[in-house]
T-cell receptor, first 116, second 112 residues
């Protein structure tokens, strides 16, 4: 079946521009996560949705970062007034259920954001 | 600060040998653990999940969990050049929606 998809795969933005990154999770997956991965490091948690509810946004680095999942399926991560330190790969993951068992997270291909 | 620690490597392994990767974690609230494989320029791919103390085997992979020692390991038997990648260890905290805390990854090189 289809996995998690993300678009665009690559994005180059000039400093100060706004960007929107899209994630389409595996059909039927309840939970959706956004992670940020800097070069040579492991992914770091940004935010988490259960259906349309954003239950944890503790990892968002600043108020320039905003995420939504209005219908409990597709999610968008928006970054306003991009800065060079925002350059990273943004990964989306989804899981079927919440809780032990069946909560394995499957990652999309990521969006590589470069801010110049 | 919840941490997951891994040796960055590279771990060099001859083809056909066993690769042994280790991971320690600081948060006793972590209840589920995952190993992901990440090829250069690609996204993490789930290899194993483990929730209970002991061993879990899947093909050439065996994950081991020791919650008392806060230690997770992954063994790769009969290592192949295609196993050359970075292996990420992650802990999930159920109370936090199972968001994952990742280690920095161990780079594995399997030499023919």
């Amino acid at each position: 079946g289809a996995g998690v998809s993300q678009s665009p795969r690559y994005k180059v933005a000039k400093r100060g521009q706004d960007v929107a990154l899209r994630c389409d999770p595996i059909s039927g997956h309840v939970s959706l996560f956004w992670y940020q991965q800097a070069l040579g490091q492991g992914p770091e948690f940004l935010t988490y949705f259960q259906n349309e509810a954003q239950l944890d946004k503790s990892g968002l680095p600043s108020d320039r970062f905003f995420a939504e999942r209005p219908e409990g399926s597709v999610s968008t991560l928006k970054i306003q007034r991009t800065q060079q330190e925002d350059s990273a790969v943004y990964l989306c993951a989804s899981s079927l259920v919440y809780g032990t068992g069946g909560d394995e997270q499957y990652f999309g291909p990521g969006t590589r954001l470069t801010v110049t | 600060q919840k941490e997951v620690e891994q040796n960055s490597g590279p771990l060099s392994v001859p083809e056909g040998a066993i690769a042994s990767l280790n991971c320690t974690y600081s948060d006793r609230g972590s209840q589920s653990f995952f190993w992901y494989r990440q090829y250069s320029g690609k996204s993490p791919e789930l290899i194993m999940s483990i929730y209970s103390n002991g061993d879990k085997e899947d093909g050439r992979f065996t994950a081991q969990l020791n919650k008392a020692s806060q230690y997770v390991s992954l063994l790769i038997r009969d290592s192949q050049p295609s196993d050359s990648a970075t292996y990420l260890c992650a802990g999930g905290e159920k109370a936090a929606g199972n968001k994952l805390t990742f280690g920095g990854g161990t780079r594995v090189l399997v030499k023919p």
